[in-house]
């Protein structure tokens, strides 16, 4: 039983302990009851599952009722009900219709599990001791139908740990690179905010682009779903187009979020669920907003907000970064609150659900579906980049970064993406570049493109096409034909081969020549040294 697409996402986890029982019949239905309805019907079809419209699954009797919320009639299901937390067990106060002024722990108050002052959940899924005792405190005669069967969300991050590095690649993020993911929660106090003036995300994400040089670290965000799904993707897209121009990713907020906490180095979050799963695994947090007042005070989760380093908007970003990343040193009770039966989800909750349906368990072993590796996604910038560059010889130094901040030293070049929003900035490019197929008809191959930015750009000296992950092609203005660069990825060189341009561009002007036999130049960032190859190639 779907209330928004933020209690999907649990209850997707738990289709696979019903997979091969031919004695079970899955119908999906959704309450209603939010006001976030879509993305539902989206999932649905993806399912495949005959669909029930509410008030029919009202009146139709079932052997077992599933919700990750309280949210719809749900006393008037006809038979079995278990409900479990769509996050980190039940943490948020938030009140119910005709409850006046009062703001209980949702899903874990009388307000929440009685009907009539009788409890009408059969079986209340908690993944930790600490809940129930809260529980007993507030509303024991919902006591008897609590049970204790972990955390299968949970359960999922902790068996994708060791693919860490798909998950990286699958995000772009190249050797050396640092993730930072933003998370924001739902609520007018998250990070995201409600669009007023002390919201901190609009001010602070040109300053990352700016602060962050791109080629050390990668950005990308994973907001809420009902963020994402109550103003609607495009509309979230529209928002943040600035940001994503500058190299932000937009996560997926179902189906990718938790691969993107795995791959995360930093998360910038604030008092969700999210930023609690990952300090769990071991991920470093700050927290951009801390949203006093909206968390049960006895909470792991509000115990951790109140302890947890804090991001500074006012202050540079850069090094509080490093920081974050630098000073962190794992909490391990921090996962010992998430769930008390950790890799155990599958195994106690498909116990529960069938002893609930009064019908004997399947023989094999219960398991839950492996988090899937998500499409490749290369980070990509198409705002004008900022270059600042050192030359010692065939060694370059290189920083680029969507502004210039202050402070930032060395000879200082303009790099821009043929699809920048404002055409006028290819007028003022010193190193154009365009990413393609060596092939794709419609640019006419990298040397015929290279040819043509030239001549349509005067003041242009150095025209990039990049071919692949770790190859261009180049023209300089003044040199004959186009040379190859060619990352020596043996010797440890990942970076965006837009920035070996870049290099190679400064190296060009500053006196060096590209002998018959080719040369390598050593492009150094902050976080590495990338060897590359160069040489004529037309």
Request: charged share 20%.
């Amino acid at each position: 039983m779907v209330h928004n697409v933020t209690s999907a996402g649990r209850l997707l986890d738990l289709v696979p302990l019903f997979h091969d029982d031919f004695r079970v019949q899955l119908l999906v239905t959704s309450t209603g009851s939010s006001a976030f309805q879509e993305g539902i019907r989206e999932l649905f079809h993806d399912l495949q599952l005959p669909e029930l419209p509410w008030k029919q699954a009202l009146s139709t009797p079932v052997d077992l009722a599933i919700s990750a919320s309280f949210g719809g009639e749900l006393d008037l299901i006809h038979g079995n009900l278990a409900v479990l937390s769509h996050g980190v067990g039940y943490t948020k106060r938030l009140g119910k219709p005709g409850a006046g002024s009062r703001k209980p722990t949702f899903g874990l108050s009388p307000e929440w599990l009685l009907s009539d002052g009788q409890p009408f959940v059969d079986g209340l899924v908690l993944s930790h001791p600490e809940q129930l005792e809260r529980l007993a405190r507030v509303c024991a005669e919902a006591v008897p139908s609590a049970v204790l069967a972990g955390d299968p969300c949970f359960d999922r991050m902790l068996a994708a740990r060791p693919y860490r590095d798909r998950f990286r690649r699958a995000l772009g993020v190249r050797r050396g690179q640092r993730l930072v993911v933003l998370n924001s929660t739902w609520n007018p106090e998250g990070f995201f905010g409600s669009g007023g003036g002390q919201d901190v995300l609009p001010s602070l994400l040109p300053r990352l682009a700016a602060e962050l040089p791109a080629d050390d670290y990668r950005l990308a965000a994973v907001l809420h779903p009902n963020i994402w799904y109550g103003h609607g993707p495009g509309q979230i897209r529209a928002w943040l187009d600035r940001a994503q121009r500058d190299g932000l990713t937009l996560i997926d907020p179902v189906h990718e979020w938790r691969q993107a906490l795995l791959a995360a180095d930093l998360v910038l979050g604030d008092f969700g669920a999210v930023s609690y799963y990952a300090a769990a695994l071991g991920t470093p947090v700050l927290l951009a907003a801390d949203g006093a007042g909206v968390l049960d005070p006895g909470t792991p989760l509000a115990e951790f907000v109140r302890r947890a380093p804090r991001l500074d908007p006012r202050a540079p970003l850069r090094l509080q970064v490093e920081r974050g990343i630098s000073a962190h040193r794992p909490d391990p009770s921090l996962a010992g609150s998430v769930t008390s039966e950790p890799t155990r989800s599958a195994e106690l909750l498909r116990r529960h659900f069938y002893a609930l349906m009064d019908l004997p368990e399947p023989t094999a072993t219960a398991s839950l579906e492996p988090l899937p590796l998500p499409p490749y996604r290369p980070g990509k910038v198409t705002s004008p980049l900022s270059v600042r560059t050192r030359l010692e010889g065939t060694d370059i130094v290189v920083e680029r970064s969507a502004g210039h901040p202050a402070g930032a030293a060395g000879d200082a070049h303009l790099a821009v993406h043929e699809e920048t929003r404002r055409p006028g900035d290819l007028d003022v490019a010193d190193v154009i570049t365009r990413d393609g197929q060596a092939d794709d008809p419609r640019l006419g191959g990298p040397a015929a493109w290279t040819d043509e930015v030239l001549r349509r750009h005067p003041h242009c000296s150095t025209a990039v096409y990049v071919t692949g992950p770790h190859a261009c092609v180049v023209r300089s203005r003044g040199r004959h034909g186009t040379f190859l660069l060619s990352a020596d990825t043996g010797a440890g060189a990942d970076a965006d081969p837009a920035a070996y341009a870049s290099a190679f561009h400064v190296w060009l002007a500053y006196g060096g020549a590209v002998p018959a036999q080719g040369i390598v130049l050593r492009m150094h960032t902050a976080t590495g040294v990338h060897p590359f190859r160069a040489e004529a190639s037309g």
